[in-house]
């Protein structure tokens, strides 16, 4: 779900038009959280391994 949301933080500003201090801000929390899910994906992949 939040990978989608990050994705969706990306995707948005280049559909509606927006300021570029907007534009830059909402890319970037968007690669924040594409990133932090797929980590935590990750983890919880390693996790399930070792048990």
Not at 18 to 25: E, I, K, R
Not at 34 to 47: H, P
């Amino acid at each position: 779900m939040s990978l989608i949301t990050g994705l969706w933080f990306i995707l948005f500003p280049f559909i509606c038009s927006l300021t570029d201090g907007v534009l830059w801000s909402s890319i970037i929390l968007g690669l924040m959280t594409v990133l932090f899910s797929l980590w935590s994906l990750n983890s919880k992949a390693k996790l399930k391994a070792v048990s």
